[in-house]
């Protein structure tokens, strides 16, 4: 892993509209614009949704394809990850198209998703989809978003379902707790699996405890996904202005992993 933490931008999310933050990226445009503010911040990667006309959540892989274009022009030396989060929305099936249509770089997926109902079938077509997306050259971080979903992850490598490539995993905080607030306690419930079996972790985490959440996990040697997808309050609580705002709380006081150290570690 990096010696220090790498920083990830999660600016908008699947969910949030302007009536949450009027600053809420929701346009390729106003995303880019943000991974340029979140980059000057010190992060070194971004977590990137789109979303379609209407401004919903979406996998269009045209989108997609736009948006990687537009940041690797403008930000040739930021990492892009897109991701297939449902949202309630899109099967393993529309994921698995997504995947192979975009063919980025870097992107997220959530185990409890790709593996459906985790019948035989379901199995099947996830192990046929990760070696796919593994062939084409994609890296892969698996969300997590409980305990339980890392020891799942951690049997699928042991079973073969995924590839035998860098294990990378998002503990992801408050997803199921009431209001959707974290606790950095639920770190240590993450803790008591074997982390030496994964290339890299990071963590994400849901309210107003995100700041606090993120300096445990780097404490403990960890990564973190910051931004307004999952939280947009400050450490003090009061409103932030953007994505960029909430990872310079961290910068200010801790430096963090170069573009190239995340490329070596994510890659």
Request: net charge negative.
């Amino acid at each position: 892993m990096s010696a220090l933490p790498i920083i990830m931008a999660a600016p908008n999310g699947a969910r949030k509209t302007k009536d949450d933050h009027p600053n809420l990226p929701l346009t390729i445009q106003e995303t880019v614009e943000e991974a340029r503010r979140c980059n000057d911040a010190g992060a070194s990667i971004l977590h990137a949704h789109v979303r379609d006309d209407d401004g919903k959540h979406s996998l269009d892989a045209n989108k997609y394809g736009k948006l990687i274009e537009d940041m690797h022009r403008t930000l040739p030396q930021m990492l892009v990850q897109i991701t297939t989060e449902s949202a309630g929305i899109f099967t393993p099936m529309d994921q698995a198209r997504c995947l192979i249509d975009v063919k980025p770089d870097f992107a997220s997926v959530a185990v409890r998703e790709m593996m459906g109902t985790g019948s035989e079938k379901d199995r099947h077509f996830a192990q046929n989809t990760y070696a796919k997306v593994s062939g084409q050259g994609t890296a892969l971080q698996h969300i997590v978003y409980s305990p339980d979903d890392l020891a799942e992850l951690l049997r699928l490598r042991a079973d073969g379902i995924l590839p035998d490539r860098p294990l990378h995993a998002l503990f992801v905080l408050g997803r199921y707790n009431p209001g959707f607030v974290s606790d950095p306690e639920e770190l240590d419930l993450f803790f008591a699996h074997p982390l030496d079996k994964l290339s890299s972790w990071m963590v994400c985490a849901f309210g107003p405890s995100e700041y606090d959440s993120m300096i445990k996990a780097i404490s403990h040697g960890g990564h973190i996904r910051i931004g307004f997808e999952n939280n947009i309050y400050l450490k003090d609580g009061s409103v932030a202005e953007n994505t960029a705002s909430l990872i310079r709380q961290i910068t200010d006081h801790q430096s963090a992993a170069s573009h190239e150290d995340t490329q070596r570690a994510l890659m």
